[in-house]
């Protein structure tokens, strides 16, 4: 009688400590997606931020390129006003692709390419640019970390205890995926 | 899905390991003092066991909080400033956002040759230091590849069991090392029990790094393995290492002598270059790699 009630107080302490785990491990998994969607927000804002300076600095040599140089200030002001991530990642490849025009109008002016505060802005943000694609892989990452654990057994029985839904991927089009490899 | 758990498999035994080195480390050591203390003065044989085991215990918790210090220290590296290093800190800045580890402090070793390790004992005290040669010849792509190899062992625990395996190597062999050298100069007693502990001693001696080396070979060769997988898993992109390694292959840079052969299995390639027990070989790397 006795040894029975011993069992079931184990096998009880076993249960919570399990319910327990699980519920950590959720929430845990969850943090890291909020931790790292908030790792994209944070490398988009220094982007954007850059991009004042690089005006500044280009404006004086790029005398004819005012067209140009508009597209760069107004996908900032997009960027800058977007809400929620995707729009915010959409609102980046705008600015992506108007800062690559920038940047290869800027071989036309060897003054310009000369000035190390120019390289020196370019350089950061292309940085910054491989910073945000990383950023985006560990969230995609990390969702998928959870989404495994709510799809799969015996995750599945406490995702629906707890009410933890999958959560949606980021999408990236298939142009954007492919990483430039640059040959000398 | 296959992948990540083992990867979390190999973080479990990774300090399981490095728990039983620790412990078998402290054995050895105790061992070491009981034979001594036999061979040497019976008579004071409770001091110098008191001794042992108090050393022994503050060798080894201090060289678990300074591994990774001391590993910097015995190659002479330097740290990498953020301002004259820019492009080294940058690139592992990215890969600490592929990876959802903290950064690592980074260091420079001043070598010609093409290389790079990781240490510390968790991802919150990880270093990583690469060689100026790396830097010079690499370019980005390539030193993105290798700085994600290193983040790799930091990832898997791998550099808390490699450090403190290299560290406590290189202590183990240095302290047998002394122990023998006053048996040479200690005058022979002609008590039988006195010669038997000595020869014990002589063997232990000689055995204790032996042993050590034996599990020091033993690790990094897997290791290299599933460290190049989570570079590529970081980088997504199989290319940029495969070519680092065919540079590190094809770099005719001098064997390192300022390294000690304790802290070689930390590299990403043997620095007493390809002949070394220690690595897998480079072309078998670059065949995985290229099936990826």
Redesign the interface.
């Known amino acids: 009688m006795l040894l029975v009630f011993w069992i079931l107080i184990i096998v009880a302490v076993l249960l919570i400590f399990i319910f327990l785990g699980y519920y950590n491990k959720f929430v845990l998994l969850g943090n890291?997606i909020d931790?790292?969607l908030a790792?994209i927000n944070v490398?988009l804002k220094r982007r954007a931020d850059l991009i004042p300076n690089l005006i500044e600095s280009v404006k004086g040599y790029m005398k004819h390129e005012k067209a140009a140089i508009k597209e760069v200030t107004d996908a900032r002001k997009v960027l800058m006003g977007a809400k929620g991530v995707e729009k915010k990642v959409e609102a980046n490849k705008q600015l992506e692709s108007a800062l690559k025009t920038i940047f290869a109008l800027a071989e036309g002016y060897p003054d310009l390419k000369a000035n190390t505060n120019f390289l020196e802005l370019q350089?950061e943000l292309t940085?910054t640019e491989?910073?945000i694609a990383?950023?985006r892989?560990?969230y995609n990452?990390?969702i998928l970390?959870y989404n495994?654990l709510c799809k799969?057994f015996p995750g599945v029985i406490f995702a629906n205890m707890y009410g933890k839904k999958e959560r949606k991927y980021l999408q990236i089009t298939e142009s954007e995926k492919k990483?430039v490899?640059v040959k000398? | 899905m296959k992948k990540r758990i083992d990867f979390r498999d190999q973080i479990t035994r990774n300090k399981r390991r490095s728990v039983f080195l620790m412990f078998s480390v402290f054995v050895i050591l105790v061992l070491l003092g009981y034979v001594i203390s036999l061979a040497f003065s019976p008579a004071y044989f409770f001091i110098i066991m008191i001794v042992a085991i108090l050393f022994s215990m503050s060798y080894i918790l201090i060289s678990y909080y300074n591994s990774h210090r001391i590993a910097i220290a015995s190659v002479k590296a330097t740290k990498a400033y953020k301002d004259d290093y820019k492009q080294y800190h940058s690139l592992v800045e990215g890969l600490t956002l592929a990876s959802g580890l903290p950064k690592p402090e980074l260091y420079i070793m001043h070598s010609k040759q093409i290389n790079a390790f990781a240490s510390g004992r968790d991802p919150q005290h990880a270093v990583i230091c690469v060689t100026e040669g790396a830097l010079e010849k690499l370019d980005k792509n390539e030193l993105e590849a290798v700085l994600a190899h290193e983040l790799g062992h930091i990832a898997s625990y791998d550099m808390r069991y490699m450090t403190l395996v290299a560290v406590m190597v290189g202590m183990v062999a240095i302290i047998s090392q002394i122990f023998l050298r006053s048996l040479w100069f200690s005058s022979g007693g002609n008590d039988k029990s006195k010669i038997i502990f000595m020869i014990i001693g002589i063997a232990l001696a000689i055995l204790a790094p032996i042993v050590v080396y034996i599990v020091q070979m033993s690790i990094s060769r897997k290791r290299e393995f599933v460290a190049d997988a989570s570079a590529v898993k970081f980088t997504r992109y199989p290319g940029g290492l495969i070519r680092a390694l065919k540079k590190i292959k094809e770099d005719h840079a001098p064997p390192e002598k300022k390294v000690s052969k304790a802290v070689a299995p930390l590299f990403i390639s043997n620095p007493f270059g390809a002949m070394g027990k220690t690595h897998p070989s480079l072309d078998k790397r670059i065949q995985v790699l290229e099936r990826m």
Do not use: E, G, P, V
Request: glycine share 0%.
């Open positions: 890291r931790n790292s790792q490398q350089r940085a491989d910073k990383y950023a892989q560990f990452d990390s970390a495994n799969t990483k490899d000398f």
